[in-house]
């Protein structure tokens, strides 16, 4: 399967984005796709994820309560509804799916096969 990632941009402090993921080649049924971010000089972390069968939700703590991961069936598409955006949120964002994904190993990022082109979010405070 072939991910897009897209919806990033430039916002202020508080403000909101929403990132989508959308799939060709085939449709996320079975897969776990996850949101990763990256900032300059870090490492990749997981930030959310969701099972596209069951939608049993997974967040990162750092983004509990601020973001929303959710899937559209009718547009095989993933969103990510990010709320109170903080400077430390500026990172590129990847999504990334595999249909191997089990509940202790969604946050490593290194067992995704399918990745997105990152989408850059930058935050200023």
């Known amino acids: 399967v072939q991910l897009q990632a897209s919806g990033g941009g430039l916002v202020q402090a508080g403000d909101s984005l929403r990132l989508s993921c959308s799939a060709s080649g085939r449709t996320f049924a079975s897969y776990f796709i996850g949101w990763f971010r990256q900032a300059p000089g870090k490492e990749r972390e997981f930030v959310a994820g969701?099972?596209?069968?069951?939608?049993?939700?997974y967040y990162a703590d750092s983004v509990k309560g601020r973001f929303t991961i959710s899937r559209d069936i009718a547009n095989n598409t993933v969103y990510v509804q990010m709320n109170s955006l903080k400077a430390e949120d500026t990172a590129v964002y990847y999504c990334?799916?595999?249909?191997?994904?089990?509940?202790?190993?969604?946050?490593?990022?290194?067992?995704?096969?399918?990745w997105g082109q990152g989408t850059q979010v930058t935050v200023s405070s």
């Open positions: 969701i099972n596209w069968n069951s939608r049993r939700a």
């Open positions: 990334a799916g595999d249909r191997n994904i089990i509940v202790s190993s969604y946050r490593d990022y290194r067992r995704y096969a399918n």
